[in-house]
């Protein structure tokens, strides 16, 4: 059983940035591809960052170059830095505790209870 809990998010004008942590527990961390997806109102969850043991990262076209996701090992952490912030990030946030399968990330069912962005000015 793997438990992760998201913090982090907050109201951040446009143009702004963010750090959200994920926090996990009751597995061995370090063995996990992690990933970040979002939701907002009304549409469907989307994954927006993942990132393999070796530390290999993927990112959704609509944040490359604004969000970097990293881990911490040996704080049981990812996480998901923020910048340049547009009205359109605006969403719940949720981590993933995925596997690593053949080189990349694939998600299980395994998710945290989800932290709100919101850029708004």
């Known amino acids: 059983q793997v438990q992760l809990v998201e913090s982090g998010g907050d109201l951040v004008q446009p143009g702004g940035s963010l750090r959200l942590s994920c926090a996990a527990s009751?597995?061995?961390?370090?063995?996990?591809?992690m990933g970040w997806y979002r939701q907002a109102p009304g549409k469907q969850r989307e994954l927006v960052a993942s990132?393999?043991?070796?530390?290999?990262?993927k990112y959704a076209d609509s944040v490359k170059g604004r969000f970097t996701i990293s881990r911490d090992n040996a704080k049981n952490t990812v996480y998901l830095q923020m910048n340049s912030l547009k009205p359109e990030d605006t969403a719940v946030y949720y981590c993933?505790?995925?596997?690593?399968?053949?080189?990349?990330?694939?998600?299980?069912?395994?998710w945290g209870q989800g932290t709100q962005v919101t850029v708004s000015s």
């Open positions: 990132i393999t043991p070796g530390n290999s990262t």
């Open positions: 993933n505790a995925g596997h690593y399968r053949y080189g990349g990330y694939y998600p299980s069912d395994y």
């Open positions: 009751g597995s061995s961390f370090s063995i996990n591809a």
